[in-house]
């Protein structure tokens, strides 16, 4: 029986992949929530990591199917 881990994404991870979701490049992203694109790539890359995921359409679409986003 696998441990089922649950994943807590920050609102502000959350708020880069529903921005990604709607198809935002980083640099987009940033400048709609007034951050850098590196700290917009730095949520992603955290959310993908939590989600284990290795592309960001991944990382969204796992997100969205646990109603995390």
């Known amino acids: 029986m696998a441990d089922v881990q649950e ?3 920050s609102e502000r ?3 880069c992949l529903r921005w990604v979701e709607e198809g935002k490049s ?3 992203i940033g400048v ?3 951050v850098s694109e590196n700290t917009v ?9 939590k989600l284990e995921t ?4 991944q ?3 796992k997100a969205r ?3 995390l986003i």
């Not at 790539?41 to 990591?49: C, E, G, P, Q």
């Not at 290795?54 to 359409?57: D, E, H, M």
């Open 59 to 61: 990382c969204v679409v």
């Open 26 to 28: 980083s640099w987009a």
């Open 32 to 34: 709609i929530l007034e």
């Open 41 to 49: 790539n730095f949520h992603v890359k955290n959310a993908m990591r």
């Open 65 to 67: 199917r646990q109603r």
């Open 54 to 57: 290795t592309s960001r359409t």
């Open 7 to 9: 994943v807590v994404l």
């Open 13 to 15: 991870e959350r708020q």
